[in-house]
T-cell receptor
Framework: QKEVEQNSGPLSVPEGAIASLNCTYS??????FFWYRQYSGKSPELIMS????GDKEDGRFTAQLNKASQYVSLLIRDSQPSDSATYLC??????????FGTGTRLTVIP | GAGVSQTPSNKVTEKGKYVELRCDPI?????LYWYRQSLGQGPEFLIY????????DSGLPNDRFFAVRPEGSVSTLKIQRTERGDSAVYLC?????????????FGPGTRLTVL
């Protein structure tokens, strides 16, 4: 059974703070991990992908992966009100489809 | 370049009717995926195409659901005898090729409402 767990939130942070979003997964053989941002009424938008243990930085976003702990996280630095959205963690255990968590709703308070 | 497109954006139908949802992937993308997203949930996998063939249809909930991709580009998801429980947003995604490291890009979705 392939499960992806996320805290549904809501997570509220003040503008300019660091938002930390967490995700755990059950399939130890998973090889690739993705974070999608989804605004209300819109489709998921890919913001980060990570495949190796450690950190991967892209602008204000940092993805962190720990395969031994089956844990992946997303840090958003200098959070902006425009970052308010639902963040979906997705795991690809094999070569094909993604398995998604239920998402964490983030609110950045001006 | 153009992203994944889906039509219609909204579809309202009556219970028992037949519907078709269309997806046009990013040009050159050989892999195409259909997902379904219910309110408050993450997308759930339905079916995956590599080229013209359905390489994995394990996510289709029952035999009322069927999808085709006859020329390896545009795909159509077909739902027969729709039920109220089929109401959801149907998302299409494409990627450049199969494989663990290929990123999937989603279209805007079709919101299906079955009355």
């Amino acid at each position: 059974q392939k499960e992806v767990e996320q805290n549904s939130g809501p997570l509220s942070v003040p503008e300019g703070a660091i938002a930390s979003l967490n995700c755990t997964y059950s399939d130890r053989g998973s090889q690739s991990f993705f974070w999608y941002r989804q605004y209300s009424g819109k489709s998921p938008e890919l913001i980060m992908s990570i495949y190796s243990n450690g950190d991967k930085e892209d602008g204000r976003f940092t993805a962190q992966l720990n395969k031994a702990s089956q844990y992946v996280s997303l840090l958003i630095r200098d959070s902006q009100p425009s970052d308010s959205a639902t963040y979906l963690c997705a795991v690809k255990p094999g070569a094909n489809n993604l398995f998604f968590g239920t998402g964490t709703r983030l609110t950045v308070i001006p | 370049g153009a992203g994944v497109s889906q039509t219609p954006s909204n579809k309202v139908t009556e219970k028992g009717k037949y519907v078709e949802l269309r997806c046009d992937p990013i040009s050159g993308h050989t892999a195409l995926y259909w997902y379904r997203q219910s309110l408050g949930q993450g997308p759930e996998f339905l079916i995956y195409f590599q080229g013209t063939g359905a390489a994995d249809d394990s996510g289709l909930p029952n035999d009322r659901f069927f999808a085709v991709r006859p020329e390896g580009s545009v795909s159509t998801l077909k739902i027969q005898r729709t039920e109220r429980g089929d109401s959801a947003v149907y998302l299409c995604a494409s990627s450049a090729a199969r494989g663990s490291y290929n990123e999937q890009f989603f279209g805007p979705g079709t919101r299906l409402t079955v009355l």
